[in-house]
């Protein structure tokens, strides 16, 4: 029942919003017209409040990717749900706006959320103490995201003296978190060290793996910020054990993207290179657009580090751009170094053109933006659409958008993945990438109806049965080689090396990648 109730709407007036996507013009006058209808209201409310409790946990620990896949499918029935509390039951808000965000975070709604937040807050004293906290928590976090400090900051101080009072141990860890966050507004980077390290301490023995990984990354960036790399390492190895131990790709996406932004510092800067594109890889992957940007920006400092500071300037403005685009803004953690950078590169170029750079970076879309990063002279390890033989460096009508992604380069952080354990249990979006990658790769077929994760004859099962190899799995992505697969995906003749086998494990692998 997506979009049954306009999140910009009036209680009692008549949205095309109101009623389901699928729902016939001509019955919505009916349906809106029935004497029961605020009761369907009510009850649709109830079953999607719910349905985000359900959500709860699994969106803090195992089971993330699959909720959020389902809560994404559902966006529209928990606008209407949340729209319908605001007017008619708005108790259960405050902690629905906090079940819900990191749903917000990883698929990049958060802005969507703040006018509920907004009008919530003038009866923010009629709530009981912990109502109270988490929504001046959702009031601080959404506005940290989109930039407005003014507005963080007061939520801040609406929220600080509250501290003492939480009796629930998750939320006062997440609020000492979202303190350590928004202290780099005032300049205060010892001070968000102290809120995040207690936060750290808080999360510790607690089975929260969600909150203990974004905390690490806000640590790794604070060291980072302080200019102490040995400590941001530290905090790096924390996220690296979460990501491998719960599949969380986008969190393998931030440790890989502070990694490489440490390398640079360090002046490995191929090194650097090697890691942040594993970190753009997964993030396109993905789907994460903060992520993308946070990938650019770093890409940006790396170009001016190989002395390219043209380069630097235009990722840069992709990077700035893109923010704008979506509706948020670089973390108070990144900006000082993001201001820092852009002054030298500014200094370097001279007003004017960095000026023409930056704006012509600014109107870059994703994929051009990306595009130019493939498209670095001499860079060896990714191909760009101009490479696989898309001289415009446009995504062909009717093609599948992972196809577009992987013309792009989009493969080396999905195949490592893949190799790393059966693509059976990598989260939805990774699967996709292997599979899609094989069929580029390997000449297997798209929208085919074979299952995710399971490509039918991949291009290693099909070499490994001319080997001998027979009812062995790719170790890449899990695809059964017995024999007696579709003659029609029979491979063509190719001058690449064969996979080999590997006799110990009884698997194959995808070589001469």
Same mark, same amino acid.
């Given at each position: ?10 209680? +009692?007036? %008549? ?15 009916? @349906? ?30 195992? +089971? ?81 995201? %989109? ?23 998750? @939320?006062?860890? %997440? ?185 012509? +970076? ?87 109806? %074979? ?63």
């Amino acid at each position: 029942m997506a979009g049954w109730w306009s999140p910009h709407g009036e209680r +009692g007036t %008549v949205s095309s919003r109101y009623f389901p996507a699928r729902w016939p013009q001509s019955r919505r006058p009916a @349906l809106a017209a029935r004497p029961d209808a605020e009761e369907v209201r009510r009850r649709h409310a109830g079953y999607y409040r719910a349905l985000a409790g359900q959500a709860d946990r699994p969106l803090r620990g195992v +089971g993330q990717s699959e909720w959020l896949e389902r809560l994404q499918a559902e966006a529209g029935n928990l606008a209407a749900a949340a729209t319908w509390h605001l007017t008619c039951d708005p108790a259960p808000l405050p902690h629905l706006f906090r079940i819900l965000w990191p749903f917000s975070y990883l698929r990049d709604r958060q802005a969507e959320a703040r006018p509920w937040v907004d009008q919530l807050l003038p009866a923010a004293a009629s709530f009981d103490l912990q109502a109270r906290a988490e929504l001046e928590w959702a009031a601080t976090v959404i506005a940290n995201e %989109v930039g407005d400090d003014a507005a963080a900051l007061a939520a801040r101080r609406r929220l600080e003296p509250l501290l003492e009072e939480i009796q629930d141990p998750l @939320l006062h860890a %997440v609020c000492q978190l979202v303190m350590a966050w928004t202290s780099p507004i005032t300049g205060d980077f010892e001070g968000a060290l102290r809120e995040v390290s207690a936060s750290l301490e808080e999360l510790r023995g607690h089975d929260e793996p969600f909150w203990t990984a974004l905390a690490a990354f806000t640590a790794g960036a604070v060291e980072t910020a302080l200019g102490r790399p040995d400590g941001a390492q530290q905090h790096l190895r924390v996220m690296r054990d979460l990501a491998d131990r719960f599949g969380y790709t986008w969190l393998t996406a931030s440790a890989q993207l502070q990694l490489g932004t440490l390398a640079i510092v360090q002046g490995r800067l191929d090194r650097a290179r090697e890691l942040l594109d594993d970190a753009l890889d997964l993030s396109l992957a993905v789907r994460i657009t903060r992520n993308v940007t946070l990938c650019l920006a770093a890409f940006a400092q790396l170009a001016f580090a190989e002395g390219d500071p043209e380069r630097a300037a235009l990722l840069a403005g992709a990077a700035k751009g893109l923010r704008s685009r979506a509706r948020f803004s670089m973390w108070p953690t990144l900006r000082r170094g993001e201001a820092e950078l852009t002054a030298r590169i500014r200094q370097a170029l001279g007003d004017d053109r960095f000026g023409q750079a930056f704006a012509a +970076g600014s109107a870059l879309s994703q994929q051009e933006a990306v595009a130019a990063i493939r498209d670095r002279p001499g860079n060896r390890t990714q191909p760009s659409l101009a490479m696989a033989g898309r001289p415009d460096g446009q995504q062909q009508a009717g093609e599948p958008a992972e196809l577009a992604l992987i013309a792009h380069g989009a493969s080396v952080a999905v195949r490592r993945a893949a190799t790393a354990r059966p693509a059976r249990h990598l989260d939805e979006a990774s699967r996709r990438g292997a599979v899609t990658w094989h069929a580029v790769r390997h000449g297997g077929r798209l929208g085919s109806g %074979v299952m995710p994760g399971r490509p039918s004859g991949c291009g290693s099962a099909r070499r490994s049965r001319r080997a001998g190899a027979h009812g062995r799995d790719c170790q890449a992505c899990g695809t059964a080689t017995s024999s007696g697969g579709d003659p029609r995906s029979r491979p063509r003749r190719t001058t690449e090396q064969p996979g080999t086998t590997e006799r110990s494990s009884g698997r194959t692998s995808c070589q001469g990648r």
